[in-house]
């Protein structure tokens, strides 16, 4: 078993230490920003002593536009600013799931910025650590998902404390996360559209239009729009884009959007799925990583499967489709493209967990 540093004496620890800190009379400031689809977030910061110690913390709590709690997640001693959006702890991670997509992204985005901004020495050991009730399968199944990468392991590790059963987990150090676009990372955006162009390609595919836009502010404002048929303009179909970032550099890999419903045109066009790869980073299996890690998201999204559609002479595509359980159903001639394109359909990932959860369970 891999020497990890993390006890459950230290996870109960850390319960005690934040309900010690998370009281009404030590909190400092509060404050909301906006995340994306007309969600927004609060934080609050909190100053207090322990043992005798001062302290701070902070929280974080992500809001529908009706002021529905989506998920909340807590960081002891806070080192960065709450624009940053970060939490840590020593590696661990601890939140609360509500039903609703906007969960794994969070998570993955507060995990990214954790490995951006936190000191080495807080990750040298290559994982992070998330722990759920080992009962509460949304949590599980958020772990599950974000965690997974293919072909890397994935441990799940039930200790006994406060609550029943508590299920620890972690992600590895080589993994890719999807995450919504956000203006935290609006630098690294520019550098991936610019990537693209200078290579001459002038449209970045799964990226909602990103290669139109100059100034990338408007583009983060258009992709907010996009969450509804309420918002998304007339000419757009709403959808919901992610942005894929690799955690050992932060790097930001790849696109991919998934439309919410189909129209004709999309049914022909694009299909459910469209992603890329940035140029520099092609032919190294991350097309078919990404595919896979978005699957779930779909599935969320009420899609049991998906169509995706490749250009009959790109190879790579229709590999990568292959590969992530595409079925060829036909092949027509687009005019508008004066290409022929193929189009698969792929069953979205099943609940991961419930199939393989107890296969995971290490004692």
Known sequence: ???????????????????????????????????ANGYFLLC?????????????????????????LVLSYDCLDNEHALSEMIKHNNGVVYYLFRRDRFGFSVFNLVTLTEHRYYSEEAFKTGSDFIWCGAEYYPDRNTIFVVGHVP???????????????????FVPEDALILTLPSTEFADEMEDFRDEYL?????????????ASYDDIAEWFAFVDTLGSRKTAPSYYMPSTPF?????????????????????????KHGGHISYSVR?????????????AMALPYAKLLGHSKVLVVCHTDNEP????????????????????????????????TPSIVAEQSQANIVS
Not at 52 to 67: E, K, Q
Not at 252 to 265: A, R, S, T
Request: proline fraction near 5%.
């Open 198 to 210: 200078n290579w001459g390609e002038e449209e970045i595919i799964g990226s909602a239009l990103l």
């Open 279 to 291: 140029p520099s980073e092609r032919r190294r299996g991350y097309g078919k990583r990404i595919l």
């Open 151 to 169: 072909g890397a392991p994935f441990e799940v590790y039930e200790f006994d404390f406060t609550d029943p059963m508590t299920c620890v987990a």
């Open 243 to 267: 942005v894929a970032f690799r955690m050992s550099d932060g790097l930001p890999i790849g696109m991919i959007e998934i439309k919410h419903e189909l129209n004709d045109y999309m049914s």
């Open 317 to 348: 595509s229709r590999r990568t489709i292959l590969a992530d359980g595409g079925v060829y159903e036909q092949t027509y001639f687009s005019e508008l493209d004066n290409i022929y394109n193929e189009n698969y359909w792929i069953r979205t």
């Open 1 to 35: 078993m891999r020497n990890y540093a993390f006890s459950p004496e230290y996870a109960q620890q850390y319960r005690e230490q934040s309900e010690a800190l998370f009281r009404p009379e030590n909190r400092r400031t509060k404050e909301e920003g906006c995340f």
């Open 44 to 68: 609050e910061t909190y100053e207090g002593e322990l043992d005798g110690v001062p302290r701070t913390a902070a929280r974080y709590s992500l809001f529908t536009p009706n002021h529905d």
